[in-house]
């Protein structure tokens, strides 16, 4: 499951008259997108040679884009980040780590797959599909172990957690 390189926002549109793109993240939070000095578009790197956060956006230079029609090309593409530029703190993982990893129950019976995460205000909410679909807050009491190098995420399971739907 160990991507090299990871999808962290989309170009939304130019910013100003010097060919700024604003991005809008995928991370937690814009921040996050602060730490890399080169972004890979449709598998080109640009070097950033300036970035800031402007509102839950990252406005960023890239070099070689240098004009507001140079910055309007690139809207739309996906900002992907190396993830070896990244040291994520203990404990946490990538989303795109957790994205088709089965789901386990305490007893070991696999529930179904994570089919997305919503990142809510209070915390993530794992989208578990499988015969049943779940929504599995992403918190202590319900995920018991993550192991993205073995492509499996341990949940307590209650009452409650399944929806309806298939």
């Known amino acids: 499951m160990d991507k090299r390189f990871i999808e962290a926002g989309e170009i939304v549109s130019a910013h100003g008259i010097h060919g700024e793109v604003k991005i809008l993240p995928w991370a937690d939070g814009p921040e996050f997108l602060l730490d890399f000095d080169t972004f890979y578009l449709g598998g080109k790197a640009y070097t950033v040679t300036a970035a800031r956060v402007h509102k839950t956006c990252v406005l960023a230079k890239l070099a070689g884009i240098d004009t507001p029609e ?65 929504m599995i807050p992403a918190v202590k009491e319900f995920v018991r172990e993550i192991n993205v190098d073995e492509g499996f995420v341990r949940v307590h399971l209650i009452e409650g957690l399944a929806t309806d739907e298939n």
Do not use: Q
Request: proline share 3%.
């Open 70 to 134: 140079a910055a309007m090309a690139l809207r739309g593409k996906v900002v992907c980040v190396d993830r070896n530029g990244v040291e994520l703190p203990e404990g946490t993982v990538f989303i795109a780590d957790l994205l088709g990893c089965r789901v386990l129950d305490e007893s070991g019976n696999e529930i179904g797959l994570i089919a997305d995460v919503l990142t809510m205000p209070s915390s993530d909410v794992y989208v578990v599909k499988g015969k049943k679909s779940y």
